[in-house]
């Protein structure tokens, strides 16, 4: 079956540094990522949607000097937040579309960000 | 602006009983409309999910009934089972860009044996 994998499940990171969150795509083609924050309290917050082979679109108030991202294939992409701070804390979530079946997109477990 | 938007905050009932999520929405544009079941320390699954084509999805004792006149749908879960006790997240997307996908805020749903 098509799965969404993303790497770490949990990371701690000091206050100013970065970290660099994975999605793997399993059983299907991720054409297009989706990264999304979930901030205690609140839905999900689109930061970018990626497209291989297109320019990423950043959401606005989230920016590409902030969460660069890389999409360099049809199974893998990476994001990372850099100096990261409180309000950066969160439940990251990559989620692609299976385009075989529908266009919703599959989620992974997510990467909790939490910020010292 | 909230453009799906999700009510009740949260719910509750017994097993065996009959769940109503509701969502509506703002983006006429707007037309897939997938359902998301989230648990603590979980990433959201997506649970079924309908087109604007259709005013009725069903799998199993989930049901979507959709009201493309009143920007208007509700999800249904029967038989409602203590294990269904979740996060729901109501989501669009549509238009120019069918892949950004657009998320309600959630039904918290508690099933009380």
């Known amino acids: 079956g098509a799965l969404v994998y993303q790497y770490p499940r949990r990371t701690i990171c000091k206050s100013g540094t970065s970290m660099r969150m994975e999605c793997q795509a399993v059983g299907f083609q991720a054409t297009s990522v989706a990264w999304y924050r979930q901030s205690p309290q609140k839905t999900f917050e689109l930061i970018a949607l990626?497209?291989?082979?297109?320019?990423?679109?950043?959401e606005q108030n989230f920016t590409q000097e902030k969460f660069p991202i890389s999409h360099p294939n049809l199974s893998f992409s990476s994001m990372t937040v850099l100096n990261a701070y409180l309000e950066d804390r969160g439940l990251y979530l990559c989620?692609?579309?299976?385009?075989?079946?529908?266009?919703?997109?599959?989620f992974g477990e997510g990467t909790r960000l939490s910020v010292l | 602006q909230q453009q799906v938007r999700q009510s009740p905050q949260s719910l509750t009932v017994w097993e065996g009983e009959t769940a109503i999520l509701n969502c509506s929405y703002e983006?006429?544009?707007?037309?897939?409309f997938p359902w998301y079941q989230q648990f603590p320390g979980e990433g959201p699954a997506l649970l079924i999910a309908i087109r604007s084509v259709s005013d009725k999805k069903e799998d199993g004792r989930f049901t979507i009934f959709f009201n493309k006149r009143e920007k208007k749908l509700s999800l249904h879960i029967t038989d409602s089972q203590p294990g269904d006790s979740a996060t729901y997240f109501c989501?669009?997307?549509?238009?120019?860009?069918?892949?950004?996908?657009?998320f309600g805020k959630g039904t918290h749903l508690h099933v009380l044996p």
């Open positions: 990626s497209t291989v082979n297109s320019a990423i679109k950043y």
């Open positions: 983006n006429s544009a707007f037309d897939y």
């Open positions: 989620g692609a579309p299976d385009r075989n079946n529908n266009q919703a997109p599959l």
């Open positions: 989501a669009a997307s549509g238009g120019t860009n069918a892949y950004k996908v657009i």
